[in-house]
Nanobody, 124 residues
Framework: VQLQASGGGLVQAGGSLRLSCAVS????????SGWFRQAPGKEREFVSTINWRGNEYYTDSVKGRFTISRDNAKNTLFLQMNSLKPEDTAVYYCAVQREYYSASSPIQEDYDYWGQGTLVTVSS
């Protein structure tokens, strides 16, 4: 299983970015997937997840600004990030859940394959 994240970059506060994560070796339509982030000097934290049914969940700090989605035909996960804030600056990681047809989870240990991370920097 391989995950390739892309789309990070430098953006001004209030701007937008769209992250992508191309997945091979595991079908997103059968497995939940998600995005996590790690800011400088902090622990990695949950951002958003979409389960195999397509149900979306978000951490409170990004609700209304970020949207998770996927393209089953391309087996690719996305994170549309709008109204970005300096506190959104982090390395963003995509991940796929360990068990198929499982419930959504914000717990990192429930994900067994991870992308390499893509850096998002939001300037004030």
């Amino acid at each position: 299983v391989q995950l390739q994240a892309s789309g990070g970059g430098l953006v001004q506060a209030g701007g937008s970015l769209r992250l992508s994560c191309a997945v091979s070796g595991r079908t997103l339509g059968a497995y939940g997937s998600g995005w996590f982030r790690q800011a400088p000097g902090k622990e990695r934290e949950f951002v958003s997840t979409i389960n195999w049914r397509g149900n979306e969940y978000y951490t409170d700090s990004v609700k209304g600004r970020f949207t998770i989605s996927r393209d089953n035909a391309k087996n690719t996960l996305f994170l549309q990030m709008n109204s970005l804030k300096p506190e959104d600056t982090a390395v963003y990681y995509c991940a796929v859940q360990r068990e198929y047809y499982s419930a959504s989870s914000p717990i990192q240990e429930d994900y067994d394959y991870w992308g390499q991370g893509t850096l998002v920097t939001v300037s004030s």
